[in-house]
């Protein structure tokens, strides 16, 4: 069973809104210190935003004060909001524990911001 899935992810139009989410399998629980991240194409995947225990949150600059990241532990699951896209925000988007479990990376979910 894959221990993390993550959907939510489409074509959005420049300053446009995708809520992407992250299932933990039964498992995995999202309980830790989860964050999401996002690759590129041609670059580095990078950590944008991370939550920890008693929900206490931060972000990296590139997202901050766009994007928010949230969870709900009756769902095991793990979301990222996003708004006001940019086309610099097009990649796919990861979620895993922060810092990463290797093994435990899933398929991501494609964001492309184009107009």
């Known amino acids: 069973q894959v221990p993390l899935v993550e959907s939510g992810g489409g074509l959005v139009q420049p300053g446009g809104s995708l809520r992407l989410s992250c299932a933990g399998s039964?498992?995995?629980?999202?309980?830790?210190?989860m964050g999401w991240y996002r690759q590129a194409s041609g670059q580095q995947r990078e950590l944008i935003a991370q939550?920890?225990?008693?929900?206490?949150?931060s972000y990296d600059d590139s997202v901050k004060g766009r994007f928010a990241i949230s969870r709900d532990f009756a769902k095991n699951t793990v979301y990222l909001q996003m708004n006001s896209l940019k086309p610099e925000d097009t990649a796919v988007y990861y979620c895993?524990?922060?810092?990463?479990?290797?093994?435990?990376w899933g398929q991501g979910t494609q964001v492309t911001v184009s107009s």
């Open positions: 895993n524990q922060v810092p990463p479990l290797r093994n435990y």
């Open positions: 039964r498992k995995f629980s999202v309980m830790g210190r």
């Open positions: 939550i920890i225990r008693g929900d206490s949150t």
